[in-house]
């Protein structure tokens, strides 16, 4: 799983994850990728399923890219736990994903391949997702 090796603080706030994506919205290093059409936060356990979902299918076949990092910790209480006595503790890493950011960018396989491998990977995540392609492929 995708955790960083360190963080300035052990915990932050939620925040805001609204608008479309203004960086990172095109498909810069493979043939084809997958773009998310919501606004969300993916957790580091979804975005290792949908890896594996993807070199599974392909048989370790062509190149994979993940495009997305989760630095945000979420924190969560313990079960049966009165409201107040502060903030819970960090539970998983989580990645913001806005309406627009390519995900995951794969290369070097055949596009019904990689469309396949890419709706494998889509059943895997929690928004909606369009496959993309290069400009000019």
Same mark, same amino acid.
């Given at each position: 799983?995708?955790?960083?090796?360190?963080?300035?603080?052990?915990?932050?706030?939620?925040?805001?994850?609204?608008?479309?994506?203004?960086?990172?919205?095109?498909?810069?290093? $493979?043939?084809? $990728?997958?773009?998310?059409? /919501?606004?969300?936060?993916?957790?580091?356990?979804?975005? /290792?399923?949908?890896?594996?979902?993807?070199?599974?299918?392909?048989?370790? $076949?062509?190149?994979?890219? =993940?495009? =997305?990092?989760?630095?945000?910790?979420?924190?969560?209480?313990?079960?049966?736990?009165?409201? $107040?006595?502060?903030?819970?503790?960090?539970?998983?890493?989580?990645?913001?994903?806005?309406?627009?950011?390519?995900?995951?960018? =794969?290369?070097?396989?055949?596009?019904?391949?990689?469309?396949?491998?890419?709706?494998?990977?889509?059943?895997?995540?929690?928004?909606?997702?369009?496959? =993309?392609?290069? /400009?000019?492929?």
């Amino acid at each position: 799983m995708l955790v960083p090796n360190r963080t300035k603080f052990r915990k932050v706030r939620k925040g805001r994850n609204d608008g479309p994506a203004t960086s990172n919205n095109f498909v810069s290093h $493979g043939d084809f $990728g997958l773009q998310s059409l /919501e606004n969300e936060r993916i957790t580091s356990r979804q975005i /290792e399923a949908a890896r594996q979902a993807m070199t599974r299918y392909t048989k370790r $076949g062509g190149q994979i890219w =993940i495009k =997305i990092f989760p630095h945000t910790p979420v924190t969560k209480k313990p079960q049966d736990v009165k409201m $107040g006595g502060g903030k819970g503790n960090p539970e998983y890493f989580a990645a913001k994903v806005q309406a627009g950011t390519v995900m995951f960018e =794969i290369g070097g396989i055949a596009e019904d391949q990689a469309r396949e491998a890419m709706r494998l990977a889509a059943h895997k995540l929690p928004v909606k997702t369009r496959f =993309i392609t290069k /400009e000019g492929v």
